[in-house]
């Protein structure tokens, strides 16, 4: 778990004892620190999340979504968080996360405010990242943090411990690596899919394309894994093949999964695809030479060798690898998951702000 | 009516009856498509409004304002739509449009996201704009674009149709030709200006500058030509004169119109005058050669030359063809002009999102 | 005080009786025209604060923030301006100002809008910087500008008062020499530190850095000097003392003040120390020559000099002036000058927009 290891460096001497043992322990004990018995005080990595917890949390998405259909339950929510405030902190570029984010928030009543860019911030004046977070955390109430940098959200969380600044954080994508929410919003959707005939436990799940740099992809495949009896295919170029780290845990959960170059080899058996987009974004960073996209992508043949009821999810943005035309297809789930993703982050919020339990009981 | 060409190029296998229907057909099986009943589901083109429909956004207009002025009043308005978001996606830089969208949508209790730069959305990563909007839809009730593609907007429309996404969509500016929200606010101006005196039917308007590039100009001639005995007078360069298509549209409407490229030929019989900015940004793609401005601004002399009740409008920003101190004459209405914009806009989504009769009946 | 020079050249003809008269009238006569009564109507100039109005704008701060702790005093908080919009128009980076506007004008319950680059508004057009303002003075009730040039925020008051535009403008920074806000929050911090041991009057203040191009140090030299026998040393390099303008000021009201290079001379005996940054993005404009940025920072020898309950106050940003680790002596207190700061606006905003006594009262 090579996350934690910059905690390391960082500590200074009047550090309280909290995160100075927040420093020094293991991703578990870390995960400890950052919750109050059953409730998450902030979600950083994707091991935070439970079956449990994602029950709850898709419970309350549900209920949520209901509520809102009537204008009596719309206001219910809006009266959930009226003077709690969030802040989104968006440092790379981003559609859904951020309005899906920004929606759920307003769903609940909180204001919201963005920084999107850190020349509008005083990091021009030389303030350091970790002062501008706190800053951001003693006016609001919730900071949501997309940062290219891998730990950087750890890094906020551990900063507001040892200033005792008594805030939330989400990660909304860190690095290459984390993608908690995105994760959350996956599951959720398959959860949804598959409710009515027996839930996620026991299906076989086909994860297709860039599969070692897409944070997204880790998410579910870490997530996935805490179903009971899930199978996962994974196709991809052997140069985006899924990294060591992901290939032990499942290993050590004892799920079964099978990897190929060509999605054809298991697209026949999906009870549900998995399509993502090859980021070639991080090329220059992490090459990994050509690759015939054509193979991981969707085409009409592709589609008639899929079963009749397999749902096509995809994280969003695509590109090529699913055409438009694949939109009127029964079978595409894509714009639903983006719709259940502000339900998620509805439900996350309310969770982590406490206020869940009076959504699930209104 | 070029504006439908682009519909053709866009029938793709999948696309539901609806839309199909919408690319194949003339403008006006589009506008009916784009409405139900005689309520508007979207506001594209200026050509969607009629005489009656005007009328009634004015009511509405007028009722918003007057309920604003009390403590009681605003807050009747701010539970109108609660529970609606609206998000505006603008692609060409804009102060009053934007700003007083977001007002307009504020006084009716929405809650407002705004993206003005493809730099922070997943369009970086590839995302074809349809699908950018789309998600857009899938998080927001109302949608309020300005872009500088003339069909942008109405492709738009097409695409949440196809996909049978039921939210709204109104345009805020595209390309050199529409913008009807602006053709709204100049008419309700001029209506309000004139409510004591027998209404705007009857009157005489001479309208300045730069009509060949000017998409305010293009709406507000549109709008006039719908009141009775309206007598329209153009003063413009040679090289900026009205495109035939709207003079086939007054001929058409039996408008009595009459052009000059001498602002002095007419201001003297003006009602109102409606000055226009020399829109040199499209000189690279449009050239129009050397203008004199002077020909098209106001001085002190042509002050003189103006009736003593003769209303001055000009649709912001301004140059040179108003300076300053006409800002003080007793006859600019032109700042009045920029708060009418706000409550024509409140008018327009109280309409389109169904509220406005409970505004008017309040 | 050169900061009323550039209203001789504004004045035009059909100027209103009001306009002309502030601008041939003394910074007195300016300050008289922008209040009614003991109210202001705008805050430009620090000028315009007396001790009896710091003392009401901190007693509601202390009273807005005792009521935001309980949710029906939060709910209270957000029902005194539902009808009121705010517009943040910041044209040079800020993240604490910006911010705690925002949560402040949330707090009240008004909805907020910002502006923070020209390019995505109609300047690019060519619109005046005035027109611009005036445009969004339509729109919202209190406009809040930060801008590079020192008169900015006072012409926008003037065109204001010219059009007869009854909406409220704060300052949130101008050019090197006005911040007013900022110097209302850190004498609202000393104020609460020495709440209970007597009050500001009679302490000693010692103010560390670049005092000769630092607006918030200016301003807070100016407000301290509103404080009975208050004594003021000050250290700095010789080439960013204070300016003749101030010194003059502070030798009018006969304040006791002792200058030097060596914060060492001063460090025991201080009360409070207020820690600036060396702002060398003025060094272009503004050249001082080399500084040995640690004569003038925290270090653990200083920090066992200063006397066990000496506050320590820092505007924000920091460089290195202050470490990170004396954000754990207990005597630090530029965190909470953060959370002050959002107060005194909520505080300040309140008294313009005349629901202070509300708060106050409730």
Redesign the interface.
């Known amino acids: 778990m090579r996350l934690i290891v910059f905690f390391s460096n960082q500590v200074?001497?009047?550090?309280?004892v909290v995160a100075k043992e927040m420093a020094e322990q293991s991703l578990d004990a870390q995960i400890r620190l950052m919750q109050t018995g059953d409730r998450l005080q902030h979600l950083i990595y994707t091991q935070q999340l439970t079956r449990g917890l994602l029950d709850t949390i898709f419970d309350t998405a549900d209920k949520a979504r209901n509520l809102?259909a009537s204008?009596m339950g719309?206001?219910f929510l809006?009266e959930c968080l009226?003077?709690q405030?969030a802040?989104l902190y968006?440092m790379q570029?981003?559609?859904?996360t951020?309005?899906?984010f920004?929606?759920a928030a307003?769903l609940l009543g909180m204001?919201?405010?963005h920084?999107?860019?850190p020349?509008?911030?005083?990091?021009?004046?030389?303030?350091?990242p970790l002062?501008?977070v706190?800053?951001?955390a003693?006016?609001?109430d919730l900071l949501v943090i997309r940062h290219p940098e891998a730990d950087f959200a750890a890094k906020c969380v551990e900063r507001l411990m040892?200033?005792e600044?008594s805030k939330h954080i989400i990660s909304a994508g860190s690095g290459m690596e984390q993608h908690p929410t995105q994760g959350i919003l996956d599951v959720y959707t398959l959860q949804r899919e598959f409710s009515r005939k027996g839930g996620v436990d026991g299906r076989r799940v086909l994860i297709v394309g860039d599969l070692a740099r897409g944070r997204a992809a880790r998410a579910f495949i870490y997530l996935l894994a805490l179903y009971q009896d899930v199978q996962i295919d994974l196709a991809s170029p052997e140069s985006m093949k899924i990294t060591d780290d992901l290939r032990e845990y499942l290993e050590r959960r004892n799920v079964t999964f099978r990897e190929s170059d060509f999605m054809d080899d298991f697209i026949g058996e999906a009870d549900a695809i998995y399509m993502t987009?090859i980021q070639d974004?991080y090329d220059d960073k992490f090459p990994v030479g050509d690759v015939d996209y054509d193979l991981y992508s969707l085409s009409r043949d592709r589609l008639s060798m899929m079963k009749g009821n397999c749902s096509i999810l995809h994280p969003?943005?695509?590109?090529k690898e699913i055409p438009?035309?694949v939109?009127?297809?029964p079978r595409s789930r894509y714009?639903e998951q983006?719709?259940n993703g502000?339900w998620a982050r509805v439900a996350l919020i309310a969770h982590i702000l406490n206020c869940d339990l009076r959504i699930r009981t209104a």
């Not at 200074?12 to 309280?16: C, I, P, V």
């Not at 570029?93 to 859904?96: F, G």
């Not at 969003?316 to 590109?319: A, D, T, V």
């Open positions: 200074s001497e009047g550090m309280s809102n204008r719309a206001t809006k009226p003077n405030r802040l968006f570029p981003s559609t859904r951020f309005l899906s920004h929606s307003s204001s919201c405010v920084i999107t860019s020349g509008s911030s005083s990091e021009v004046k030389g303030e350091s002062d501008s706190q800053t951001f003693m006016y609001n040892q200033s600044v987009r974004e969003l943005p695509r590109r438009v035309f939109d009127r297809d714009w983006v719709e502000m």
